[in-house]
């Protein structure tokens, strides 16, 4: 933003009484009171509102005391952008934010207090991006959210712990949401329909961008009854590959970009042997007990950028690695101790020297 726009801005919000600054110039409100409730419901002809941080990556705590401040949003009709990103001790967003029939953008990233979407989500039809990541305390998915036609991002699908079937969303029931593109999922380690959950990923056939995230409790020993009861589930899943599925066609997703965080298995997991990986660009693995980077026996990854960090348990060298990623042109490999003879500069990065392109 130029300095005398952004000047600008802060006179009107000022003479407006919208906003403060303190001592040290950093801007303050007060949102807990009654008069800025008010004060919301006489914006009706807003479009942007930035309640939160503006950086994604910053991390200042930003606290309110409770969300009265919220409820005079059901009167900005025209709002397309809203975001609470960073804002701590909201545990519930009010109902009225389910009347903004033009939003199109919910940021919700970070608000760690956040225990629940409002059971009437599925009413904004024109959202297209829905940020929950690093909202830890959702448990479940509320049912609308299979309603959101025009979804095009969705980013903290949480698969927790199983529900009354009919009261919550499950992953496949996002399956016929043919504009999303974007999709990052946190499993929850105490749900143990996870893997039959992600097992519908299949169906998803306009999928570029992947990211599952395992909860990090994975990353305990799992007692021998749990290992028996995932054996069981891996058979179940098996006999359930034979049953034709509407998303076991020819058209089945092609990836651009996947992510995997903490898995806790030691093989690639078995739902991914089921995906259109021909496209794929982008691997990122973080975290978890993987030792094996091999999809199936044959298999070659099309990736061109492979980021491997905090990898404890994968042993491989440079010469076993480039046959199984024939097309890398950039490698960053950190906190990886077990993986040896990796050509990376001192920050772990290793980027295909021209040559070997040209030649290529």
Not at 27 to 48: H, I, Q, Y
Request: glycine share 6%; proline share 5%; aromatic share 6%.
């Amino acid at each position: 933003m130029k300095p005398s726009i952004r000047d600008a801005i802060i006179k009107l919000a000022e003479e407006d009484g919208f906003v403060s600054f303190d001592s040290k110039g950093n801007p303050t409100a007060d949102f807990s009171s009654c008069p800025e409730v008010g004060r919301f419901s006489k914006m009706k002809n807003l479009k942007v509102l930035q309640l939160g941080r503006w950086r994604a990556s910053a991390r200042q705590l930003v606290e309110v005391e409770g969300t009265e401040f919220l409820q005079g949003m059901k009167k900005m009709k025209q709002l397309r952008y809203f975001s609470l990103r960073g804002i701590s001790r909201i545990t519930e967003l009010p109902n009225s934010i389910c009347e903004l029939s033009k939003l199109r953008i919910l940021n919700l990233n970070g608000c760690d207090n956040l225990e629940k979407l409002p059971d009437g989500i599925g009413l904004l039809k024109q959202l297209t991006h829905l940020d929950m990541s690093e909202c830890y305390l959702i448990s479940h998915m509320p049912r609308g959210l299979a309603s959101l036609s025009e979804l095009r991002a969705l980013k903290g699908f949480v698969i927790g712990k199983p529900r009354s079937r009919g009261h919550y969303c499950e992953l496949a029931d996002l399956a016929e949401l043919e504009h999303l593109k974007k999709l990052s999922i946190h499993v929850d380690r105490t749900s143990d329909e996870a893997k039959k959950e992600l097992d519908s990923l299949p169906q998803f056939r306009n999928l570029r961008s992947l990211s599952v995230a395992w909860s990090s409790i994975y990353n305990a020993p799992i007692p021998t009854t749990t290992n028996v009861a995932l054996a069981t589930i891996h058979r179940i899943v098996s006999r359930e590959k034979s049953i034709k599925t509407p998303g076991s066609s020819s058209q089945r997703v092609a990836l651009d970009k996947l992510g995997l965080q903490n898995f806790h298995g030691s093989k690639m997991p078995d739902w991914l042997k089921r995906l259109n990986l021909k496209n794929l660009k982008k691997l990122y693995i973080r975290g978890g007990g993987l030792s094996d980077l091999s999809l199936t026996k044959d298999h070659k990854w099309t990736v061109k950028c492979l980021r491997l960090k905090s990898l404890s348990q994968l042993r491989m060298d440079w010469q076993e690695l480039k046959p199984l990623f024939p097309n890398l042109t950039y490698v960053e490999k950190v906190e990886c101790p077990e993986l040896s003879s990796f050509p990376c500069d001192e920050n772990g990065e290793w980027i295909r020297p021209e040559s070997d392109t040209e030649q290529a």
